[in-house]
Nanobody, 114 residues
Framework: QVQFVESGGGLVQPGGSLRLSCAASGSSFGVYFMAWYRQAPGKQRELVASISSVGITWHADSVRGRFTISRDNAKNTVYLQMNSLKPEDTAIYYC????????WGQGTRVTVSS
């Protein structure tokens, strides 16, 4: 069963940057749509960004222009570069495929606060 291990979160001041990484197990990573999701306290999990097998990307309106999703198929890894972070970006960030498959990883916590 495919598994996802997210890393790279932390505490950052507003306006700061973080780069999240997600390592996926299993074969044929390169053929799947991958995505980053987040769940803020008291809110439902939401889709933040996605990337197709050939690198076509989509970003939610709330993060477009600030976040960039990318992937390295040779490393079975997807990244999320987050710039100009805002307090409302505070959440646990998860990666998974589109459509979602298997169990969610533990996520990586991002806290944006001064």
């Amino acid at each position: 069963q495919v598994q996802f291990v997210e890393s790279g979160g932390g505490l950052v001041q507003p306006g700061g940057s973080l780069r999240l990484s997600c390592a996926a197990s299993g074969s044929s990573f390169g053929v799947y749509f991958m995505a980053w999701y987040r769940q803020a306290p008291g809110k439902q999990r939401e889709l933040v960004a996605s990337i197709s097998s050939v690198g076509i990307t989509w970003h939610a309106d709330s993060v477009r222009g600030r976040f960039t999703i990318s992937r390295d198929n040779a490393k079975n890894t997807v990244y999320l570069q987050m710039n100009s972070l805002k307090p409302e970006d505070t959440a646990i960030y998860y990666c998974n495929r589109i459509p979602v498959v298997g169990s969610w990883g533990q996520g990586t916590r991002v806290t944006v606060s001064s």
